[in-house]
T-cell receptor, first 113, second 116 residues
Framework: DAGVTQSPTHLIKTRGQQVTLRCSPK?????VSWYQQALGQGPQFIFQ???????QRGNFPDRFSGHQFPNYSSELNVNALLLGDSALYLC????????????FGPGTRLTVT | DQQVKQNSPSLSVQEGRISILNCDYT??????FLWYKKYPAEGPTFLIS?????DKNEDGRFTVFLNKSAKHLSLHIVPSQPGDSAVYFC???????????????FGQGTILTVHP
């Protein structure tokens, strides 16, 4: 039973650039949520995708956008990168009717220089 | 606005003893609470959860207690094992009916170290 997978593992970008992170949900899951975890902090909710639409959004600017594909995988896009965007980006998957029970991937470590 | 707080950044416990991790919340709309464990280079792993209609939930060595009037929950690990050493996060959501649309609010985490 494949768990949540994310790619890439690490990424280094320059200020102003754009980045795309990818996530494949746990087998059988149809919902994907994205979180940002800054160093020494807990994960912060960015948004959730279900049925290829953004279902709820946290307190993040429009520079953060996403997409969900028909196979339930998802992408997180961040435009105009800032130094403060450096963080661990976590993807979590769940079933739509039990989305409190989220299973997390290992994350993508993004460093913006 | 930190709605979920873990005020102890770290906790050190001897193997075999009890570990107690604490969490406070301010949002009275939260009605479902979870604990996650995180090892370095891995994503958080779900441990145990509790709905606001209960005050206690057990799963093996792990027990979560919820005090709604105090807006406080705690995770007890008995007996503690060296493999329990990790960062522990509490999280909360505002709808136990499974329609919170995935917004978990996390605390800052507590680093638990269990010494052999």
């Amino acid at each position: 039973d494949a768990g949540v997978t994310q790619s890439p593992t690490h990424l280094i970008k320059t200020r102003g650039q754009q980045v795309t992170l990818r996530c494949s949900p746990k087998s059988g899951h149809d919902t994907v949520s994205w979180y940002q975890q800054a160093l020494g902090q807990g994960p912060q909710f960015i948004f959730q995708y279900y049925e290829e639409e953004e279902r709820q959004r946290g307190n993040f600017p429009d520079r953060f956008s996403g997409h969900q594909f028909p196979n339930y995988s998802s992408e997180l896009n961040v435009n105009a990168l800032l130094l403060g965007d450096s963080a661990l980006y976590l993807c979590a998957s769940s079933l739509a009717n039990r989305d409190n029970e989220q299973y997390f991937g290992p994350g993508t470590r993004l460093t913006v220089t | 606005d930190q709605q979920v707080k873990q005020n102890s950044p770290s906790l050190s416990v001897q193997e075999g003893r009890i570990s107690i991790l604490n969490c406070d919340y301010t949002n009275s709309m939260f009605d479902y609470f979870l604990w996650y464990k995180k090892y370095p280079a891995e994503g958080p792993t779900f441990l145990i959860s509790i709905s606001s209609i209960k005050d206690k939930n057990e799963d093996g060595r792990f027990t979560v207690f919820l005090n709604k009037s105090a807006k406080h929950l705690s995770l007890h690990i008995v007996p503690s094992q060296p493999g329990d050493s990790a960062v522990y996060f509490c999280a909360a959501s505002a709808d136990a009916g499974g329609t919170s649309y995935g917004k978990l609010t996390f605390g800052q985490g507590t680093i638990l170290t269990v010494h052999p």
